[in-house]
């Protein structure tokens, strides 16, 4: 008699969506194409939609491995040797080196072409979207070559920084061709207010060159080849360049104490760190240290706003892609008028926060020959940081909503994008320590003021709810006090304005949707659009259907 073994199946899998799958993100992205081609960037198309189809692929799949196995300090070796070195998984380093060679650490430094950083910034934008924890080391050696541009003797490293090598061995930079660069300003007493810092720098015999003793509270990317850090000299804080290694071979005089156990960007090492007479470089004058490290906080701050627009834009879109292909009470997601009201609401969202990165990248591709736009870039900056970096972690949170218990789940991409989401607006200066900023650019900077008013009259004439708005912050733009207490209430909405300015001068087809629901006093919600929306044509032009 033959035993009649029980079928395996219980059930038939349905109704589930197709995997995100393979995407060129370029390519899908249309706000993102059009944005490049206002703001200068059309002749690095091919360059973009190449890196759109890596980060859309294997850049995509590497980001899932990176972020599961964190980071791991090791401070000795087996035999007791400091080593202070920390192991990634492989898929960090290949992250890494495709970004490296790929020009998202380099680019507007060795393409000697306008719209270089426009370009920088759209490669930033893509690969953020793939992993974002490798945007920080990223970031950092890009921002920190026009620090170390300043100083002649620093030349080997501000050219290595922006080469597009990858080579993560501990070794002496005359030894590599390309290297990678952190910063260290924050300490336990102090980060906001870095005059804090307790940090020594004592000046050795030979000119330039100090001894460092003190600590780091927060010390990223700890396998950098060197950081830019910021110390107490005897003229006051100063800026200087601490390498990894010295010039010998060397081990540098510091240890890495322990990893920070972070909320989340889980395959970037943040770390502890104490100098116990590191040597080092001075980077400017003596007591100019916030004025000499400013460069390159300007540009970090620029790739935070960049990082949130990006975080949204995959939130968004795998929102979409969940919608399209998930059926609820006899028809698909999307076809439900709610929620095509909620994505189309994120879609417009997300729009507007990649149109302004894009438009403050330019300015800093323009500034160096163009003084209206580098008094742009200083206070856009600042206003699209707070603003842009603000809004992520409640549009991710939404877009987890749309895919419902899937969005709570690590395989759906959601979860780590939503534990990076806060990241942004906390480093590279915190939300009031920017709305403080703007209040100081537009009280002692005219320039600034000048251009950013210059700015917002450009959407003028093109919807009366726009200039109504316009004309309420007014007073603030022709060099009236504000009050600190305040800075808030008026950076939030120069942003939204800067945001509505630049959607109306492209003449985008989201724009007179985004001044009326923006402007025209909407909920505090996503999906609170107008019935008359259309809405079809929004979520067709977000993301192409597969
Ligand atoms: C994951 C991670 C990695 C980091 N990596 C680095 C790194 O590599 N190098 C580095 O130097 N730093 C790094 N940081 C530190 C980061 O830049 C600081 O945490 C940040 O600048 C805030 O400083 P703080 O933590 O000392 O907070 P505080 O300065 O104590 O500020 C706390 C809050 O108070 C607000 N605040 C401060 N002053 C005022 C004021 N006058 N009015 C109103 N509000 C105010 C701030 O906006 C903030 O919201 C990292 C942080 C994190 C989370």
Known sequence: MTLQLPAFETHVVDNQPPPFGHRNLWRDDRALQEAISHEGGGAFVATLSHYGELAGGDLYRAGFDANRQRPLLRTHDAQGHRIDTVDFHPAYHQLMSTAKTHGVGGLSWHAQQAGAHVARAALSYLHHQAEAGTSCPLTMTHAAVPVLRQEPALAEWASKAAMPFYDPRDLPIGDKAGITLGMG??????????????????????????????????????????????AQAPGGLTCLLMPRRLPCGKRNAFHLMRLKD???????????????????????????????????????????????????????????????????????????????????????????????????????????????????????????????????????????????????????????????????????????????????ALAREPHARAALLDELQQGSGRAEVYDHA???????????????????????????????????????????????????????????????????????RALPAD
């Open 470 to 540: 316009l004309a309420a912050v007014s007073p603030a733009l022709s060099g009236e006090a504000i009050a600190e207490v305040d800075a808030r209430n008026l950076v939030a909405r120069l942003a939204v304005l800067l945001q509505a300015a630049t959607l109306l001068r492209v003449g985008s087809p989201l724009a007179t949707t985004f001044v009326q629901s923006r402007l025209g006093g909407a909920g505090h919600v996503y999906g609170v659009l107008d019935a008359a929306t259309p809405f079809t044509d929004i979520l067709a």
């Open 262 to 440: 972070k909320l989340g960007d889980w395959s970037n090492a943040s770390s502890e760190v104490e100098f116990c007479g590191a040597w080092a470089r001075r980077v400017g004058e003596e007591g100019r240290g916030v004025a000499t490290i400013i460069e390159m906080v300007m540009l970090t701050r620029l790739d935070c706003m960049l990082g949130a627009a990006a975080e949204m834009r995959m939130a968004l879109a795998q929102a979409l892609h969940h919608a399209r292909h998930r059926r609820s009470f006899g028809k698909c997601l999307v076809e439900h008028a709610l929620m095509a009201n909620v994505l189309s609401d994120m879609a417009i969202e997300s729009e507007a926060a990649t149109a302004l990165s894009m438009r403050v990248a330019r300015a800093v591709d323009a500034a160096p020959q163009d003084p209206r736009e580098a008094a742009f870039a200083r206070i856009a900056t600042a206003i699209g940081k707070f603003w842009v970096c603000k809004r992520a972690p409640a549009f991710v949170n939404e877009a987890q909503e749309c895919l419902g218990g899937a969005g709570y789940v690590e395989e759906s991409m959601l979860p780590r994008l939503y534990r990076q989401a806060p990241l942004n607006s906390i480093w590279e200066g915190s939300g009031n320590v920017q709305c403080l900023d703007v209040l100081r």
């Open 185 to 230: 300003m924050t300490e336990k007493q102090g980060g906001s207010d870095v005059r804090a810092n307790t940090t020594t720098a004592t000046p050795l015999a030979a000119p330039g060159e100090y001894s460092l003793v003190g600590h780091k509270w927060f010390f990223s990317a700890p396998m950098s080849d060197g950081w830019l850090v910021l």
